[in-house]
């Protein structure tokens, strides 16, 4: 028996299908993954997301530790409740973690970290948090909860009281705030628009129930792979790990090596590697051919090289195999992938696949 969230005998309940997630009993899907990824696309779905780990980081010098400890700068971070996306890497420069940080003030940030990395990452933050007086303290009292979908932000709005409402609907994208004792925050692992909240444990069950009654889907796993592989998000331990960089994973958008006296760990590893050329690079495919790209085969480059599909899925939203996949950096609009022993044509695309409803490729 893995670890429980508050939701896990709501999930039972409504008849999901329990796996094991990083150790967690988490919902696959409550019946059928397509309808769930088409409500999430065209309505609102929610998910189950308390398995990620709330992190509270405390003192004089957060801001300080904060733009040691990411790839990213923390010195973005200008405006109360504003989030900054970010990897956390080795000295190798490979990723330890991607994740997220909001500024509450000077004193105060908050992370959610991933699940499936919550101890090593929580190990490794104390670490390196001693030698700036940072206090570290995961909060796990707190419950999670992501609803997501064009109706999403009404939805829930439409729990809140008339000052609470207001508050939620003129948060910004990449923004959080506190409304009572929830921390709401604008944003979402699917490409469509919503909210992710974090909320006393006690309140979970009821908060979900209400949601339901408003007419908002329960999603499972499932459906959160196919959207966010359709919105062209990595997911930790698939597209990137410590033996990969950012800079092969299609995430140099999240690292800031200006300005140049900023050090940061890993800092120096990501500049060896762009002074002798990045080899690899994450890319997005689709399948030409009749076929389900699936992680682990091979991608054949004609007169480059090989790479691997790292996660793919069938698109419900495109109708299409879909993929990511590490190539050599010189690969081009096109590569075959290794099929059961068949080599199926591909074509090479820029992430994402579809966002906000729409297909951002053509099909």
Request: proline letters at 4%; glycine letters at 10%.
């Amino acid at each position: 028996m893995g670890q429980r969230t508050p939701y896990y005998d709501t999930h039972v309940e409504a008849g999901a299908r329990m796996v094991d997630f990083g150790g967690w009993d988490m919902p696959v899907h409550y019946g059928s993954q397509v309808e769930e990824h088409h409500a999430v696309r065209n309505d609102a779905g929610m998910f189950d997301v308390s398995h990620m780990t709330v992190v509270d980081l405390e003192g004089e010098r957060v801001r300080a530790f904060l733009s040691y400890l990411l790839a990213n700068d923390v010195a973005k971070l200008k405006v109360q409740g504003k989030a900054l996306y970010s990897c956390m890497l080795t000295e190798q420069g490979g990723v330890i973690d991607d994740l997220i940080t909001y500024f509450m003030n000077e004193s105060y940030f908050r992370m959610v970290v991933n699940a499936s990395t919550r101890d090593k990452d929580l190990a490794w933050i104390s670490r390196q948090a001693t030698a700036f007086g940072v206090s570290v303290t995961q909060r796990a009292e707190t419950a999670m909860l992501a609803v997501q979908g064009p109706n999403a932000r009404t939805k829930v709005a439409g729990l809140l009281d008339e000052r609470g409402r207001d508050t939620v609907l003129a948060l910004k994208p990449f923004s959080a705030a506190l409304v009572g004792s929830w921390f709401v925050a604008r944003t979402g692992y699917t490409g469509e628009d919503g909210f992710e909240i974090v909320m006393p444990a006690g309140q979970a069950v009821e908060v979900w129930a209400r949601l339901a009654e408003a007419g908002v889907r329960p999603c499972g796993l499932g459906a959160r792979d196919t959207l966010r592989l359709e919105a062209g998000m990595n997911l930790y331990g698939t597209d990137m790990d410590e033996t990969t960089t950012p800079l092969e994973s299609g995430l140099a958008w999240t690292v800031a090596m200006q300005p140049v006296e900023r050090d940061f760990i890993g800092r120096a590893a990501l500049q060896a590697q762009l002074d002798t050329g990045v080899p690899r690079k994450l890319v997005g495919l689709v399948l030409e051919d009749r076929g389900v790209l699936r992680g682990h085969q091979r991608v054949l480059v004609e007169g480059v090289g090989e790479g691997e599909v790292t996660g793919g899925t069938f698109s419900p939203t495109l109708g299409a195999s879909i993929a990511f996949a590490r190539v050599p950096a010189d690969t081009g609009a096109a590569c075959q992938v290794d099929i059961r022993g068949k080599l199926l044509n591909a074509r090479v695309v820029q992430p994402p696949f579809v966002r906000n409803g729409k297909a951002c490729i053509e099909i």
